[in-house]
């Protein structure tokens, strides 16, 4: 049991990320794995956030200091803006988890995060505390210590609060108490049954100047990162471009940098030192006397080692592996730097010799219970002797006696069953409901991982030179796209069919029965069943036929049921489930498809929020430009609106007055820079009555606003209120805006989740009327959040307001507020 359980925390705790994409390892990344072997000294960076991470010191500590390097982000950036789509939440937060992950893969750290969820932005740690719940997110930070065992632990944030976010003070306030506590029996002492506590050496924070904060001194400990490496071919300056352009989500792409660049570092804890962070620190094996001859022995291998013949090295790296071996595993640091070392070793058995594996599924999708054809090659491209001995396949051993002739390519391909008990594949915190702070994880084992283990492996038996290897390989689907070439993408373990909802949430604003609709998607051949759901009280719902048949795989029926809302309740969900052949299936699928990531999915419930609400509308069309993404429009067209996307074609036309309102999406100025363009042209639309509503715009580093917005001056601040119980003071109650056609009062305000509005008007010229203050506690009111002005015979409204999240989260005093808006009668 204990075996079992060291080599599972051996693969957990070492950089997971398998690669959606077959990567070929040069000569040079040999030599680079080799002088990294060689030296045993590890540090782990915390922050909070996807993109809090120092991505040019990452690099540098990996390839220039060899050290082993860990990231842990508390959080993985659920909460933020999305530059590239509309996935917001959870979604943004598998995105932005992928996007670390490719960011390692170029930087060569490792990733890791605890269960903190990223609720939106905090302005201090306490409200952060409140949200996470400080001892588990403390627990945690101190399990990911207590494994990775870093020697030097860097934050990227003071506890003081010059990092701005409290989430950015609170990774601080943590990592310096898990630095004591990862030491102490007494904390958190149900991990010592996987793990050994772990003092560090030292903490440090890694200072900054950001804008006009500089909390760099000269007096600090200095390191010049800004080195080239010959064998990248790159310094570390380009590196971190590479590896900081993959938070696409966020609009990071950076410029290349070159020569000398000064980080500075301040320490927090620890036996103190003034040059470097990791003076006195032996970081070679010799560290424990037990592995000294190691160090000699790898010196010995990267002195002989050949870029033109690599395999010559194999007899001395396959000796050298046996030397690991035998070591003596009393000390659980010396055991844990073994692991770590025996896994290395053997990649770079693999890559000098040549030898190269992979298994692929005959499709992505694979169901419990099913066949699963599998294919498996293998090749053996440099002259070592090397054979394989057995190949366990998902749910079959098999013997071999296989002699891998140079460079000849191997295919076998075999017929298996998927195991009926396969867990279907989700990323594995989101596979129980969570608090809005805290992310629910059943197995502590997973705590820490980035993401899921590959949902099926093939482990192939291999004897190089003598020695006998277990090496693990996903097994992955692989086809070839004529645009953009040779794809990987994950093998999807899936029930037999799924069902998907259109909306989030269905709002009911008369008691007429409305038509929503679900699509049935079959995963195989044969699928038949009904549909049937779930409602709250008083709700009633038909269908003219709730039945379906699938015959292929990937069929799809739609199913449509009439629902009629209550009086009485006025809100709830409808889940909806499918019963196939005695079985009862619920889940719908969310695809997630970027070029940058591998292809992800989340399954959730097929559920949706239904609402009934007393709202009343006015118009009937309204214009929709489209920003960085937003569900809007989807939430209009509930509601009974038609509404039109604003193509620049449409734009260009001009033929506006048919709109009673239109409507900007998220960032549309930031996003869309013809809109300068047609500036004239919405004011125009203004001018003859038009109700032109803008929504949030940044005014920052993405995308400093030049663009022309209303018809007066008002500029954009980064003014925001995030406690989404805030109290909302209406300045104007008897303006058009808050009596027409829904009277709005202050139990319009409540219900609202995680914040009231971002990005709010300041310096409005005096045509602008602010219609409401509010301000999080303990801070001085702001009124910029909705402004409104009359512009000739019609109007225009800047509001920071969060409606993105609002209307589609079914929140009602934000529908009947954002309809009014579109619905101000013409000035006479
Ligand atoms: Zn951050």
């Avoid at 390892?25 to 030296?39: E, G, P």
């Avoid at 460079?407 to 075999?414: I, M, Q, S």
């Avoid at 079985?583 to 929020?609: C, M, N, V, W």
């Avoid at 999080?776 to 009359?790: A, F, M, Q, W, Y």
């Amino acid at each position: 049991m204990k075996r079992i359980l060291i080599l599972f925390l051996a693969v957990l705790f070492r950089c997971s990320y398998l690669q959606a994409q077959s990567t070929a390892v040069s000569s040079a990344d040999i030599l680079q794995k080799l002088h990294k072997l060689n030296t045993v000294g590890s540090v782990l960076y915390i922050a909070a956030h996807p993109d809090d991470e120092n991505t040019r010191l990452l690099p540098y500590l990996t390839y220039e200091r060899k050290l082993r390097t860990g990231y842990l982000s508390l959080t993985r950036g659920d909460g933020g803006q999305n530059l590239i789509g509309k996935e917001q939440g959870e979604p943004l937060g598998l995105i932005r988890t992928e996007e670390l992950l490719a960011a390692r893969h170029i930087d060569g750290a490792e990733q890791f995060f605890t269960r903190a969820n990223d609720f939106g932005f905090s302005k201090n740690p306490d409200e952060t505390f409140g949200f996470w719940n400080k001892d588990s997110i403390l627990a945690d930070v101190v399990w990911v210590i207590r494994n990775f065992k870093p020697d030097v632990i860097i934050t990227r944030f003071p506890t003081t609060g010059e990092g701005g976010h409290g989430h950015h003070t609170a990774s601080a306030i943590l990592a310096i108490e898990a630095f004591t506590a990862a030491a102490d029996p007494k904390r958190f002492p149900e991990q010592l049954k996987y793990t050994e506590v772990w003092q560090a050496k030292r903490i440090f924070w890694n200072t900054f100047s950001f804008g006009t904060i500089n909390t760099t001194s000269e007096s600090q400990i200095k390191i010049d990162i800004g080195g080239y490496n010959p064998l990248l071919g790159k310094s570390y300056g380009e590196l971190a471009s590479e590896n900081r352009s993959m938070h696409k989500s966020q609009g990071f792409g950076t410029a290349k940098t070159r020569g000398q660049t000064i980080e500075y570092f301040k320490q927090l804890g620890g036996d103190s030192v003034s040059k470097d962070i990791f003076e006195n620190i032996n970081i070679s094996w010799n560290r424990f006397p037990a592995a000294a001859k190691l160090s000699k022995s790898l010196d010995k291998i990267i002195a002989k080692y050949n870029a033109q013949q690599p395999q010559l090295i194999v007899t001395d790296l396959v000796a050298f592996y046996k030397q690991l071996q035998a070591l003596n595993e009393t000390d659980a640091t010396l055991r844990s730097w073994k692991k770590y070392a025996l896994k290395e070793t053997e990649e770079l058995l693999l890559a000098s010799s040549g030898l190269w594996m992979e298994a692929y599924a005959a499709d992505y999708i694979a169901i419990p219970g099913n066949d699963i054809a599998t294919t498996v090659q293998i090749i053996n491209r440099n002259k070592n002797l090397v054979t394989v001995n057995a190949i366990r396949y998902i749910n079959q051993d098999t013997a071999c006696t296989l002699t891998l002739k140079p460079n000849e390519l191997y295919t076998l391909k075999h017929a298996d069953k998927l195991p009926k008990e396969f867990s279907y594949s989700n990323p594995y915190w989101l596979n129980q409901k969570h608090s809005p702070g805290l992310y629910t994880v059943s197995n502590p084992l997973l705590i820490g991982k980035p993401k899921n283990d590959p949902a099926a492996t093939v482990v192939f038996t291999v004897t190089i030179e003598g020695l006998q290897l277990s090496v693990t390989r996903p097994v992955v689907y692989r086809y070839t796209d004529p645009v953009k070439g040779e794809i990987y993408r994950p093998l999807e373990i899936l029930p037999a069919a799924m069902i998907n909802i259109a909306e989030r949430v269905y709002v009911f604003n008369d008691t007429l029965p409305k038509n929503i609709s679900f699509v049935v998607k079959a995963n195989m051949a044969n699928v038949s069943g009904t549909l049937d759901w779930q409602l709250p009280e008083d709700w009633r719902a038909t269908s003219a036929n709730n039945s379906f048949k699938l015959n292929a795989k990937g069929d799809e029926a739609l199913i449509t049921i009439s629902i009629q809302p209550s009086a009485s309740s006025l809100s709830g969900k409808i889940s909806a489930f499918i019963n196939v052949n005695g079985e009862r299936f619920s889940k719908g699928i969310t695809r997630i498809e970027y070029d940058h990531i591998p292809y992800q999915f989340i399954l959730t419930d097929a559920e949706a929020t239904i609402v009934h609400m007393d709202l009343r509308t006015a118009g009937k069309n309204i214009g929709y430009i489209p920003g960085a993404g937003d569900d809007v429009v989807a939430c209009l067209k509930q509601v009974g609106y038609n509404v039109t996307i604003l193509t620049d074609d449409l734009l260009d036309k001009g033929d506006l007055k048919q709109y009673n309102a239109i409507v900007t999406g998220i960032r549309a100025y930031n996003t869309n820079d013809r809109l300068q363009i047609y500036y004239k042209t919405l004011m125009q639309y203004v001018e003859q009555g038009g109700n032109l509503v803008v929504q949030y715009n940044t005014n920052n580093r993405i995308g400093p606003l030049l663009a022309k917005i209303g018809p007066y001056p008002f500029t954009i601040s980064r003014d925001r209120v995030t406690d989404e119980q805030a109290e909302v003071r209406i300045l104007q109650p008897a303006h058009v805006v808050f009596q027409y056609p829904n009277k709005i009062n202050s139990t319009d305000f409540n219900g609202w989740i995680q914040e009231r509005g971002i990005y709010f008007a300041t310096e409005a010229d005096t045509h602008y009327q602010s219609m409401l203050s509010l301000n999080d506690p303990n801070e001085k009111p702001h009124e910029g959040s909705l402004i409104v002005t009359p512009y000739g015979k019609g109007n225009f409204v800047y509001t920071g307001l969060v409606f993105f999240r609002e209307l589609p989260a079914g929140v009602p005093g934000a529908y009947r507020l954002f309809i009014n808006l579109l619905s101000i009668p013409e000035n006479k």
